[in-house]
């Protein structure tokens, strides 16, 4: 019955999916099947998930980004992302909602994972994702947020924190709710 064949995506990974993600159940399927196409392990390492970033960012480079992106996702920290994981990292990137984005967020941003983001930490993404801009964009930036530090600076402002402090998900998440130029400030969004 339904998705018995082998291969197919497991009913219990398929309805999580559809409770977590805006996804539909065709629409899993089909990602899933793709997924399998290009990943007949079942999982993607880090170097695969950084080319395809890639591919949404042609005119730029978004390997430092990518990396980023990918240890915020690699839940297990086992170096490669299984098909829920993927998933989920797809959903949460581009259209989840504004509190689990931000819990996402806060994992991007807490490079060493203990649970507390730092000034530094905030320079390393920030520098990331200044690599993702492409140089015409970079011009049009206000004089304040030209430069990945200068970003930085900006955004931790937001938290009303001194260099040597650190930053807890909670306060995260609410200075950038409390904030629509701090939410700004997290993300890079091309000029369209």
């Known amino acids: 019955m339904g998705n018995t064949k082998s291969g197919a995506v497991s009913k219990e990974i398929l309805e999580d999916l559809k ?3 805006k996804f539909s ?3 899993i399927v089909q990602w899933y099947e793709n997924f399998k ?3 007949p392990t079942g999982r993607i390492s880090k170097e695969e998930f950084q080319s395809i970033y890639s591919k949404f960012f042609p005119d730029s480079e978004a390997n ?7 240890r915020s996702f690699d839940t297990n920290d086992d170096g490669t992302l299984d098909f829920k994981e993927y998933i989920i990292a797809l959903h949460m990137t581009s259209t989840g909602k ?5 819990e996402w967020a806060f994992s991007l941003f807490d490079v060493d994972k203990n649970g507390y983001i730092t000034k530094s930490e905030v320079t390393e993404i920030c520098t990331a994702i ?3 801009i492409p140089k015409e964009e970079l011009a049009n930036l206000a004089e304040d947020e030209n430069t990945a530090d200068k970003r930085a600076d900006k955004l931790w402002k937001f938290f009303d924190k001194g260099e040597n402090d650190r930053v807890a998900e909670g306060e995260f998440i609410q200075g950038v709710l409390d904030n629509e130029e701090a939410l700004r400030l997290i993300q890079y969004q091309p000029f369209k």
């Open 25 to 27: 159940e065709n629409e």
């Open 37 to 39: 196409r290009q990943c």
């Open 98 to 102: 504004t509190t689990r984005k931000l």
């Open 64 to 70: 430092t980004y990518a990396q980023h992106v990918f």
């Open 19 to 21: 409770l977590n993600t």
């Open 130 to 132: 200044f690599k993702l």
